[in-house]
């Protein structure tokens, strides 16, 4: 199965992916994730990328697409992959079809109010990728997985967040107009396992045609 699942920022997009390679067996590929990696190397790539996810504007196209490229060359991905942040425009939903056919999308919808809130209260284990939330009961400030102390991303800022889903506001439409008949639509307003249940469902029946 070659998914895209489209969210914006904070809609519950890494926690969905999550369960479905859980259940699936398919790799979730973060273009965000992908790109912090190019960032994190400190080429001058690296710190030219690491400045766009800063701010919270979109990478160019010609460096987002090679490392998602040269991700899906992979030999874990021949069966199929959830990408995660990927496509953001419809030129990248363009340059994707020139590569691979994606057999469905998972539109994740949220109102921005709750977005926000959400996001500002997001912090990250950088030792292990999980994430917790400052107002979720129990919240320590260590890795509920590995125990490492969290942080929060310097995108996960008040001024970044408003880009991050101007951005993602601009492109959804379009995107979604793109796939048509292959977008499932959920709400993520419920508790993770909730949103998931029926994307669960369709992507058995899917697994099944
Ligand atoms: P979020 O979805 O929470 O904004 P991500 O980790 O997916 O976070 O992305 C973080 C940043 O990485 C984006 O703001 C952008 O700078 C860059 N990025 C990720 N995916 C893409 C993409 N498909 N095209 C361009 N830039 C991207
Ligand atoms: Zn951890």
Redesign the pocket.
């Known amino acids: 199965m070659k998914l895209v699942l489209l969210g914006a ?2 809609s519950g ?1 890494g926690t969905l992916a999550k369960s479905i390679v859980k259940d699936f067996n398919i790799p979730q590929l ?4 992908l ?2 990696e190019v960032a994190k190397s400190g080429s001058d790539l690296g710190k030219e990328v690491g400045q ?2 800063q701010k ?4 160019p ?1 010609e460096v ?1 697409f090679k490392v998602l490229k040269e991700r899906l060359a992979k030999d874990d991905c021949k069966n199929g992959f959830i990408l ?5 425009t419809l030129n ?1 939903a363009k340059l994707l079809e020139t590569i691979v056919d994606i057999d469905a999308v998972i539109s994740i919808e949220l109102e921005f109010d709750e977005i926000v809130k959400r996001l500002v209260s997001r912090r990250n284990c950088p030792n292990c990728g999980e994430i917790d939330n400052t107002e979720h009961e129990g919240y320590t400030g260590n890795c509920r997985k590995c125990k490492t102390p969290l942080f929060q991303r310097d ?1 996960d800022k008040p001024e970044a967040i408003k880009t ?1 889903l101007e951005v993602y506001k601009q492109n959804i439409t379009p995107l979604i107009n793109f796939y048509g008949d292959k977008v499932f639509k959920i709400s993520s307003a419920n508790s993770p396992s909730e949103t998931y249940k029926p994307v669960k469902l369709f992507l058995e029946r899917l697994q099944n045609e």
């Open positions: 920022a904070g997009k973060s273009t965000g994730d790109l912090r766009y996810q919270g504007v979109l990478v196209d987002t995660d942040g990927y496509p953001r990248q995108d991050r």
